[in-house]
């Protein structure tokens, strides 16, 4: 079982930024990835970014240029901070680890609100 502590989010003005971070109770090389989803209401849930053990950071087309996911010194922590945050980013974000055996474990959302 691992188990995910999440800190950050808020409220925030259009244009604004934010950081949350993630802290997996499991060792980096545990996992095969550690990233961020979120889910408005009414919609799916959607990657917004995630970084592979191996380092490979994906992101969503909608957050390109404006978020940027990393990777603490211990592998266990990531930071996605969030620049220029437009209101269409308001949602629920979860942080999501992958074990090493292919099984999803997410944590307590944390809401992001952008105001216009």
């Known amino acids: 079982q691992v188990q995910l502590e999440v800190s950050g989010g808020g409220l925030v003005q259009a244009g604004g930024s934010l950081r949350l971070s993630c802290t997996a109770s499991?060792?980096?090389?545990?996992?095969?990835?550690l990233g961020w989803y979120r889910q408005a209401p009414g919609k799916q849930r959607e990657l917004v970014a995630t970084?592979?053990?191996?380092?490979?950071?994906i992101y969503a087309d909608s957050v390109k240029g404006r978020f940027t996911l990393s990777r603490g010194d211990t592998g266990n922590t990531v930071y996605l901070q969030m620049s220029s945050l437009k209101p269409e980013d308001t949602s629920v974000y979860y942080c999501n680890a992958r074990s090493q055996f292919n099984i999803d474990y997410w944590g307590q959302g944390t809401q992001v609100t952008v105001s216009s």
């Open positions: 970084i592979s053990r191996g380092g490979q950071t």
């Open positions: 499991a060792t980096f090389s545990e996992l095969v990835a």
